[in-house]
């Protein structure tokens, strides 16, 4: 199982970010995909997830109506569409998947290496 995230970048207040998460090997028992963030001293904290086959959605209050997360199932690859950025989204990302709908690191199986997302004022 391999998730490679992508995307992370040095961006200003109010731009745009398109993070990709490229998966193989998952089984379909690894329904949920999910993107967590942690910035500096802090928690690794849930974002956003989305299951495979219904395509529902999940946010952070934090992001509500700012960031997307999608799929593309032929391409086998997740992402989070990241508009209206703040300084306080600066950290590190992370794509993950799980069994069912939870937003916990520990409830997590797989995870990609993070990518980072710098957010300046």
């Known amino acids: 199982v391999q998730l490679q995230a992508s995307g992370g970048g040095l961006v200003q207040a109010g731009d745009s970010l398109r993070l990709s998460c490229a998966v193989s090997g998952l089984t379909t028992s690894d329904n949920f995909m999910m993107w967590f963030r942690q910035a500096p001293g802090k928690e690794r904290d849930f974002v956003a997830g989305?299951?495979?086959?219904?395509?529902?959605?999940r946010y952070a209050d934090s992001v509500k109506g700012r960031f997307t997360i999608s799929r593309d199932s032929a391409k086998n690859t997740v992402y989070l569409q990241m508009n209206s950025l703040k300084p306080e989204d600066t950290a590190v990302y992370y794509c993950?998947?799980?069994?069912?709908?939870?937003?916990?690191?520990?409830?997590?199986?797989?995870w990609g290496q993070g990518t980072q997302v710098t957010v300046s004022s």
């Open positions: 993950a998947s799980s069994r069912e709908v939870q937003f916990t690191t520990t409830g997590a199986r797989f």
């Open positions: 989305l299951t495979w086959r219904e395509a529902k959605k």
